[in-house]
């Protein structure tokens, strides 16, 4: 990838999608192909023809692949009780890989599938970006770490991050970053993620602009904020998958005795840092739906400079401010106790007529950035791995032929045991 030349602005539009999922999405490779290409196809009436697109999608899109091909087990209805079903079901992989790398055994549940579905998950993000022809943000998927050897991958014992991948259009490799402040439902007591190392930040200069990540969480931390801001980020990406309704109490209050409004504890990510002129630029998209028996929702915004913005305006139980260059509406409006209660509604397993009715939105906003100054980083051996993976000049590691022989014999009394109980 070539970097513009110092002497030439920048002129990017960028898109944010705000899809809805759902369990059934990510059964089959074919069904996670087709939600995949969903989101591009919202974003292309919002390119631009002929000039710079970065496509931007959002948070932990690629975690649900380990529900691929356990559409049978969704009728367990919670995501812990698919999990169990699933790792008993896959028990041939997953508890090699338990007793190996020493990990629990949802992560070792997700380990034992991972290689199959980062390929899947990068050559359909390799295909979208190049078809379309834009810069994409993938989102981010628990990922392992790589290194190379000749035309096989090897996988690092027990480490799985929430890691972001760009592309540019030709659907190469620009980087990779991890999250590094995960919230409690990714750490040991959810889906068991491995936290990323604040030190390996890195900004990626594009003819799309600077780029940064900070996947949610990482959004609201000043040490993430700072070493971007400090590297020379002009736009900023927080793909989010907020797991709550959108009008609840926020999770991680900085002050557990006055918690706030999800909406207004939000204003502290991409909107703070533009409006305190960090970062010139950011891109939040959200996703929403209910997944199981999880919530997911929000409103997915662009902000940047408030002399840029059409006009004042703000998230729900907030007041309009400055500097929301583009935001989605939520799903409804009215005074603060209807939509806490609208929210509730929506929420998975509530009953209500309205529930998993959520707003799908594309957002788009034109920006013109500063010439590139700085260096592209070195790719670290990780991203050499995942470059050669792209271009099918290695592979992934394949399961152990006895492992794909034992699976089935081990499935079936499970399945039978699952039809015994079925009400």
Not at 272 to 295: C, K
Request: with cysteine; net charge neutral.
């Amino acid at each position: 990838m070539t970097a513009p030349t110092p002497q030439t602005p920048r002129h990017v539009r960028v898109v944010a999608v705000q899809p809805h999922w759902s369990a059934r999405d990510f059964t089959t490779a074919d069904a996670f192909r087709r939600w995949m290409r969903a989101q591009l196809d919202m974003a292309r009436p919002h390119l631009k023809p002929g000039g710079v697109n970065l496509v931007v999608l959002t948070e932990l899109n690629g975690l649900p692949l380990v529900l691929r091909g356990g559409g049978w087990a969704l009728r367990l209805r919670t995501f812990e009780r698919v999990a169990l079903a699933l790792f008993l079901a896959r028990l041939p992989r997953a508890l090699p890989v338990l007793l190996r790398e020493r990990v629990s055994p949802i992560r070792a549940l997700q380990l034992a599938g991972i290689d199959a579905n980062t390929e899947l998950y990068l050559h359909t993000c390799r295909e979208l970006a190049r078809e379309y022809g834009v810069y994409l943000c993938c989102g981010s998927a628990p990922m392992p770490r790589y290194t190379r050897h000749g035309a096989v991958l090897r996988r690092a014992s027990g480490i799985l991050t929430n890691q972001t991948v760009l592309l540019d259009p030709s659907g190469d490799l620009i980087g990779v970053t991890d999250k590094v402040h995960l919230t409690p439902a990714e750490e040991a007591g959810g889906v068991d993620l491995t936290p990323g190392d604040l030190n390996e930040l890195r900004v990626f200069p594009t003819p799309a602009g600077d780029l940064g990540v900070a996947i949610s969480l990482d959004a609201f931390r000043p040490d993430v904020i700072g070493s971007l801001a400090a590297q020379g980020c002009t736009v900023l990406l927080q793909p989010d998958a907020n797991g709550a309704p959108w009008t609840s109490k926020e999770g991680l209050p900085p002050d557990p005795a006055h918690l706030r409004d999800q909406p207004v504890a939000w204003l502290e990510s991409s909107w703070q840092v533009t409006s305190h002129r960090q970062i010139p630029y950011a891109v939040n998209p959200m996703v929403v739906g209910n997944l199981l028996d999880l919530t997911f929702d929000g409103q997915s915004a662009i902000t940047g400079p408030a002399e840029e913005a059409p006009g004042q305006r703000s998230y729900v139980l907030t007041d309009p401010r400055p500097g929301f260059l583009a935001l989605t509406p939520w799903v409804t409006d009215g005074p603060p106790d209807a939509l806490r209660q609208a929210g509730q509604d929506r929420a998975a397993h509530s009953g209500h007529p309205t529930e998993n009715h959520y707003r799908e939105d594309t957002l788009h906003a034109d920006l013109t950035l500063p010439p590139a100054t700085r260096p592209a980083p070195p790719r670290t051996a990780h991203e050499d791995a995942l470059h050669a993976l792209l271009r099918s000049e290695a592979r992934a590691p394949r399961p152990s032929p006895w492992a794909l022989a034992a699976l089935p014999l081990l499935a079936l009394p499970l399945l039978a045991l699952l039809r015994r109980r079925r009400p």
